[in-house]
């Protein structure tokens, strides 16, 4: 039982990154359609623009601000000329489309970076652990805490508070409408894809200080929670993505302290268990961020 | 989903899709080459995606400059290229058995070599051996390859877990009697468990815990804040590849580095690479390294031009990955040339029991009663920042141990190693 608590509190931490992974897919998702299966790809790809320029002898922090806005470019540059012409057609050309480029992204970086991974650390302040009384925790993760309660409060604060966040979500809500008032949709679109790619690069410059940092870093270590995430936490729903990503980190760390082999299969039997009970998701409701 | 937006039912479903497409390994789907007629070719069933992909890598890239050896002093049975086809089993047994027979079958290749996952070593052994094709194992380590699951046709250059756990074991053992242990959970992981827990009946050890991790986990943490708690002697990793990099990192985030010592049956050159200085620490079995004279030798020509030549076309230096597909493809093709044939039975019993020198000192054979590659096992401390004069020289070589010594002796490998030879 005493290393429960410690767990909980990783589970939390993890959780966070599924939560912030699952936002930016559901930015995406919700108002283009588009299942964006080359999420994990942009990630890893902050990851080693991070790592590139720290190598470079830049400093860290100011890796860790323009690794994300270099990736966001990229993905701003992605969706104009290869995901805009699929927004009219079947949700399934753009996950195949975005599927191909994260195995092209893959054996791009391998290309670039090597197989092998790259030793990618936080600051030597960050390296040590931290003595919470029920366990030592390691600094880093804690910085990790709190730079992504950062991250979501900012979403929120973004979304529900100012005038470009307001019009990605009636444009949700109803894009024709949007359009017929005189809104460049297709500008709209362009922003949303970057916005979700920019939160997407900031997760992925934090877990290569925490995870590690290979070819195929996080397509399939945060990518598939994140899509769990969405379905437990309702699609369409902000609140839900949080919700659903913190109760998915906490239940994989606890089954993994437990029975460590159930430790991937557990996310998958909580959203079966949720989608019988509530098949909406926890907080499922039309519209972006309710 | 014709308005362009998402139900949950088309993303279900679509996910499923996908799903399905990344289980049965693609683009692993994807063959790799073409070939000229009059050739022998030699199949390579390699991990060259997923966790293991950099030593799979690494043991081709060895392979091939043994290959082109031999192509540049005329082929072999008289004037034959050899060439090689790639598959990507992506370490999927069930994949690597698909990869073998269409090898085989389909790519007319003679001889198969491969992998690094035991796993998937086991399973291609069987099927090379259902098709009576001769196959070594580079890189899949477990005892049951030359074990329980031996066969005629298969024969393995990398150590035993065997050899393995009783190089390190002895050694490691004088730092402590309390031993925590994070095990990957397949049949590597198994096998390694296995061979320390023979150490320890011998040596007095005990286990203050036992951890077998998923392959391919991320997260240690679970795992890690168990270790610290259970406060052992010492902290013996098994896991490798990339699960090694999140291990040996995170268990410098948690502080264990400095408190607990660490140490394991051993450590990927490729793996230790990856890690940043501060989690670069510990005591390890070594399979091969390109220094020292207890390794290569002081005047080993081979050895001087295997590591020159690797150098100097690949930037960084040959690591025991590399050697293990150096000298599994210039076995495989001293033994086509030698027994001037690519049948199983033929050249099984050509490689048996031939001594031959090679990139380490003392040279080595593979032993008749179970086909393992008898050589040498070294042990080293890691140096976390390299030398002056050699950013990737991180192995300080402290002790050697003879394979005799290491791996179980012929009438206990008799007693569960049954070759089935063709009659």
Redesign the interface.
């Known amino acids: 039982m005493a290393h429960v608590a410690p767990e909980i509190f990783n589970g939390l931490i993890l959780g966070a990154f599924y939560a912030v992974v699952a936002i930016g897919l559901s930015l995406i998702m919700n108002l283009t359609g588009t299942i964006n299966m080359a999420h994990g790809s942009f990630m890893t790809l902050s990851g080693y623009l991070a790592f590139a320029m720290v190598s470079a002898g830049t400093n860290w922090w100011f890796a860790l601000a323009a690794a994300p806005i270099l990736t966001a470019i990229v993905g701003l540059a992605v969706e104009r000329s290869l995901i805009r012409p699929l927004y009219k057609r079947d949700p399934v050309y753009s996950l195949l489309l975005t599927f191909g480029l994260s195995l092209i992204a893959e054996e791009a970086y391998r290309l670039i970076w090597g197989g092998n991974g790259v030793p990618f650390a936080p600051p030597g302040f960050l390296q040590g652990s931290v003595s919470l009384g029920f366990t030592d925790f390691p600094a880093f993760r804690l910085f990790i805490a709190v730079a992504l309660l950062v991250i979501i409060v900012l979403l929120v604060l973004f979304l529900q508070r100012t005038r470009l966040g307001l019009r990605l979500r009636a444009a949700v809500q109803d894009n024709e409408m949007i359009a017929a008032l005189g809104t460049n949709t297709q500008l709209l679109y362009t922003i949303n894809f970057g916005l979700g790619i920019l939160v997407a690069g900031v997760a992925g410059v934090l877990a290569a200080g925490m995870l590690g940092l290979n070819p195929q870093s996080y397509s399939n270590q945060l990518l598939m929670p994140a899509f769990v995430t969405v379905i437990v936490g309702g699609m369409g729903s902000l609140y839900g993505a949080v919700v659903g990503g913190l109760l998915i980190g906490v239940t994989v760390s606890i089954v993994t302290l437990y029975i460590p082999a159930a430790s991937e299969i557990s996310m998958y039997v909580l959203m079966a268990v949720v989608l019988l009970v509530r098949p909406r998701g926890l907080f499922g409701e039309e519209g972006i961020f309710g | 989903?014709?308005n362009?937006?998402?139900d949950?039912k088309?993303?279900?479903t679509?996910?499923a899709?996908?799903s399905a497409?990344?289980v049965t390994g693609?683009?692993a789907i994807l063959p790799s080459r073409a070939f000229a007629a009059d050739e022998i070719k030699i199949g390579l069933d390699y991990e060259y995606?997923?966790v293991y992909?950099?030593y799979a890598?690494s043991e081709t890239q060895g392979a091939e400059m043994a290959m082109d050896l031999w192509n540049a002093r005329g082929g072999v049975m008289g004037g034959s290229k050899v060439s090689v086809v790639k598959e990507d089993n992506n370490n999927n047994p069930g994949n690597a058995v698909e990869k073998a027979r269409k090898l085989i079958l389909v790519d007319k290749c003679a001889v198969l070599m491969g992998s690094i996952s035991s796993a998937v070593s086991l399973a291609t052994s069987g099927a090379a051996n259902a098709l009576n094709t001769f196959y070594i194992d580079s890189g899949g380590h477990a005892d049951s390859v030359t074990g329980d699951k031996c066969n005629y046709s298969t024969f393995r250059t990398c150590h035993s877990t065997w050899m393995e756990t009783h190089a390190t074991g002895y050694s490691l053992s004088k730092k402590g009697k309390r031993w925590y242990m994070i095990i990957p959970?397949y049949a590597f992981g198994h096998a390694l468990q296995a061979g320390y827990h023979d150490v320890a009946k011998k040596m007095g050890i005990t286990f203050v815990g036992e951890?077998?991790?998923?392959l391919?986990?991320?997260?240690f943490?679970?795992?890690l804040?168990?270790v610290?708690?259970a406060k052992p002697d010492l902290l013996i990793v098994l896991v490798q590849g990339?699960d090694f990099?999140?291990c040996l990192?995170?268990t410098?985030?948690?502080?264990i580095v400095g408190k607990i010592p660490i140490g394991g049956p051993q450590v990927e050159l490729?793996?230790v690479?990856?890690?940043?200085?501060?989690a670069r620490v510990g005591f390890w079995g070594v399979e091969w390294y390109y220094k020292g004279a207890s390794v290569i030798g002081s005047n080993n020509k081979l050895a001087n031009d295997f590591i020159a030549a690797y150098r100097k076309k690949y930037g960084t230096p040959p690591t025991a990955r590399s050697a293990f597909g150096y000298i599994t493809m210039d076995r495989m093709l001293w033994t086509i040339n030698e027994a001037k044939s690519t049948n199983a039975a033929k050249m099984a019993k050509t490689l048996a029991g031939a001594h031959f020198n090679s990139i380490w000192e003392g040279g080595g054979y593979y032993r008749e009663v179970d086909h393992q590659l008898m050589w040498p096992m070294w042990l080293g401390s890691i140096r976390a920042k390299g030398t002056p004069s050699d950013q990737y020289d991180i192995f300080d070589i402290v002790d050697r141990q003879e394979a005799a010594d290491i791996e179980q002796s012929v009438a206990e490998k008799q007693a569960v190693c049954h070759m089935n030879w063709p009659t």
């Not at chain 2, 690479?273 to 501060?278: C, G, N, Q, Y």
């Open positions: 989903m014709s362009g937006k998402v949950r088309s993303f279900l679509t996910a899709i996908t497409g990344l693609f683009p995606t997923g992909a950099s890598q959970d951890d077998l991790t998923p391919g986990t991320t997260d943490s679970p795992y804040t168990k610290l708690a990339d990099v999140n990192k995170q410098s985030q948690f502080g490729e793996a690479w990856a890690l940043p200085p501060e």
